[in-house]
T-cell receptor, first 114, second 115 residues
């Protein structure tokens, strides 16, 4: 069975600084996708970044980048130049290729300090 | 693109009552998902539709839960004989499948409180 673990319930970062959110997962499959979603307070969840497991290159979306370590089953999210608008719950998720079921972690609440 | 909408946004009901939630996906999105999210947890997969066909349903979903997507557009999620443990946020998401580049768009959710 797939599992996703986010061991940091809450993180804080100073505005303009860099923060890394951790995620580990477990799967016996070799072809899968990994995601980071952002859920701002009282707002809809949105996709931040996606990584295909077969790609060795780490995904990057503007200030957001991932560190994907397939052997270690680790998928961390780095947010550079943190902004007040980055404050939210961040969920790590995975989906096996060819299936429809997304498995989410328990989330990390990110606070951005002015 | 007006986004995914869900109605109602909040629902308070008494234990034993039936409730129905509606999700309107982004037009032309052929995939639709329902999730349940309890406090302090991530979304938990409930069921998935591709067009009007319900292709996957979580084994965690009891017989009291049923979902439909009759014309491949909007979807409804019904909970019969509600229990206090059903109190949660119910999220809907839709996507348009394009090879493996799928992006789920989430609705604002329906928050259910069972008294």
């Amino acid at each position: 069975a797939q599992t996703v673990t986010q061991s940091q319930p809450e993180m804080s970062v100073q505005e303009a600084e860099t923060v890394t959110l951790s995620c580990t997962y477990d799967t016996s499959e070799s072809d899968y996708y990994l995601f980071w979603y952002k859920q701002p307070p009282s707002r809809q969840m949105i996709l931040v970044i996606r990584q295909e497991a077969y790609k060795q290159q780490n995904a990057t979306e503007n200030r957001f980048s991932v560190n994907f370590q397939k052997a270690a089953k680790s998928f961390s999210l780095k947010i550079s130049d943190s902004q007040l608008g980055d404050a939210a719950m961040y969920f790590c998720a995975t989906r096996i290729s060819g299936t429809y079921k997304y498995i989410f972690g328990t989330g990390t609440r990110l606070k951005v300090l002015a | 693109d007006t986004g995914v909408s869900q109605n109602p946004r909040h629902k308070i009901t008494k234990r034993g009552q039936n409730v129905t939630f509606r999700c309107d996906p982004i037009s032309e999105h052929n995939r639709l998902y329902w999730y349940r999210q309890t406090l302090g947890q991530g979304p938990e997969f409930l069921t998935y539709f591709q067009n009007e066909a319900q292709l996957e349903k979580s084994r965690l979903l009891s017989d009291r839960f049923s979902a439909e997507r009759p014309k491949g557009s909007f979807s409804t999620l019904e909970i019969q004989r509600t229990e206090q443990g059903d109190s949660a946020m119910y999220l809907c998401a839709s996507s348009r499948y394009n090879s493996n580049q799928e992006t789920q768009y989430f609705g604002p959710g329906t928050r259910l409180l069972v008294l």
